[in-house]
């Protein structure tokens, strides 16, 4: 007697973990030797007091203090709450301008792939653009073959590498450097006071990281060369979404 077995399959609910070795020795083929994510003085402090980076999830569930986000709302409902986001690109120097998610840039070594404790899936495209009801198909690459074969046809930014389910910092054994930006901006308060930020938030760190903490040494303060950031600091940005950023 044959048995008919049904195969269809949810597409949403098929896996897209990739092969972390795979992934290593695509980052070498296409010589990318770092990693790397950005964001704000705040949740970055937050980052060094725990040993590593969090998903904005981990820190929510914690009760530790982060920077709200535009895309938080979208975050919980399109299920990456709990990943993090990293880029195969320094950003800011590949467009030359600021990086809209924090002044703090941390610069991590691409052997971080190689770690199979880590879940690592890539997007498509950003997932603020994602519609509700698109297929996990349509947000992620399925494989290492099909990222290699994208790979040119798909703008640098929208291929997120995204670290699932994170419910342990990152430890800070993978960062290389942490670049920071000096918008050179000083606002002037209601009171005629001034905050310079780059003093402010270079202060802030100061308390953190102290001698004998993992990242002392690692900070570096970022150069530019032909780049709009202080020029969009100081004409694109609110004072109090300066204030975000950097304090």
């Known amino acids: ?84 986001f990293i880029d195969t690109s320094d950003l800011h120097t590949y467009f030359r301008r600021e990086n809209h998610y924090g002044p703090i840039l941390f610069e991590l070594d691409r052997e971080l792939v190689r770690n199979n404790d880590f879940e690592i899936w890539i997007t ?18 399925m494989s290492v073959e099909e990222l ?13 590498i995204t670290i699932r389910n994170n419910n342990h910092p990152i430890l800070f054994d993978y960062v290389r450097r942490i670049i920071v930006d000096d918008p050179r901006v000083v606002i002037t308060e209601s009171d005629n006071t001034q905050t ?19 990242l002392k040494g690692k900070f570096t303060l970022r150069t530019c060369n032909n780049c709009w950031c202080t020029s969009n600091y100081l004409h694109q940005r609110s004072s109090d979404d300066l204030k975000r950023l950097f304090l």
Request: glycine share 2%; proline share 1%.
């Open 1 to 84: 007697m044959t048995r008919c077995v049904n195969l269809e399959v949810d597409i949403n609910n098929i896996v897209m973990r990739l092969n972390n070795e795979e992934l290593y020795q695509f980052l070498v083929e296409k010589e990318i030797l770092a990693l790397y994510h950005a964001n704000t003085v705040r949740t970055s402090i937050t980052y060094f007091e725990n040993g590593g980076l969090m998903s904005r999830g981990l820190v929510e569930e914690n009760d530790l203090i982060q920077t709200s986000q535009s895309s938080d709302a979208a975050d919980k409902v399109l299920n990456v709450w709990d990943d993090i």
């Open 124 to 141: 498509k495209n950003n997932p603020i653009y994602w519609p509700v009801d698109s297929t996990n198909e349509e947000r992620y690459f």
């Open 148 to 160: 290699r074969q994208q790979w040119d046809s798909i703008e640098r930014q929208r291929k997120m």
């Open 196 to 214: 310079i930020l780059f003093n402010k938030a270079r202060e802030k760190i100061n308390d953190i990281i102290t001698e004998d903490h993992q």
